[in-house]
């Protein structure tokens, strides 16, 4: 947030006046307009003053299966999802889409940024599941760029020769537990994790932000 002195947060300046937030869907199926998105996560980022990325607080929501949503079998006993237990206390997609839009647009404001872009894991993914459901609840203020992602999956193959994620994370020095994996808040902070550390990583190296020009240098 901009300080006394006017100063824009030091993140507005980073990802082209994005903010970067983390997402991980988990659904019924592949098909971001037939099957059922069940679970959102989103991670919100921040950064310090000296230009550290971090991870913030996450926002999850369990949603109610749309009407007439596809539910496959083999989706649903790979993440252990059971959609009618009522212990999940799912929601609608409208009130649970909402709920997770908020505090993302709250961030964008507050890091002077002007609109927020998603990270994820094989980032097309999450966008398509989360676009189509934000379209069938008819939520005009989606905070995401509509078309721009971050995909740790290709980063990681970058930086650490590896795109699945729980590799990945290993080879960063990233604890990751195979038994936790597939809720979406685990899978998201553990990509927030990986995402930060290879934004970070790479400006340890010597990446952006470049360095400050001398006057030979104009």
């Known amino acids: 947030m901009t300080d006394d002195n006017n100063a824009p947060h030091p993140l507005s300046a980073r990802f082209r006046g994005f903010l970067p937030v983390v997402v991980d ?13 069940l679970e959102v996560a989103a991670v919100l980022l921040t950064m310090d003053e000296d230009g550290t990325l971090r991870r913030g607080e996450t926002h ?26 009522p212990n999940r206390e ?47 609840a008819d939520i005009k203020r989606n905070p995401f760029h509509p078309f721009s992602t971050f995909d740790t999956a290709t980063l990681a193959g970058l930086a650490y020769g590896h795109t699945v994620l729980a590799q990945a994370c290993k080879l960063a020095g990233i604890a990751f537990s195979n038994k936790e994996a597939h809720a979406a808040a685990y899978d998201a902070e553990k990509t927030a994790d990986l995402f930060c550390g290879i934004v970070n990583r790479w400006r340890d ?8 020009l001398g006057p030979a240098d104009v």
């Open 205 to 212: 190296l010597g990446g952006f932000p470049p360095p400050t």
């Open 60 to 85: 999850v929501q369990h949603l109610d299966p749309f009407e007439g949503a596809n539910l496959e079998q083999s989706a649903l006993d790979f993440t252990g999802i059971d959609p009618w237990d």
């Open 90 to 136: 799912a929601v609608p997609e409208r009130e649970g889409l909402s709920e997770i839009f908020s505090p993302i647009r709250k961030a964008v404001k507050q890091h002077d940024c002007k609109r927020a872009i998603l990270v994820g894991h094989n980032a097309t993914f999450d966008h398509n599941f989360l676009f189509a459901a934000a379209a069938r």
């Open 25 to 37: 869907v988990e659904t019924a199926g592949f098909n971001a307009r037939t099957d059922a998105l």
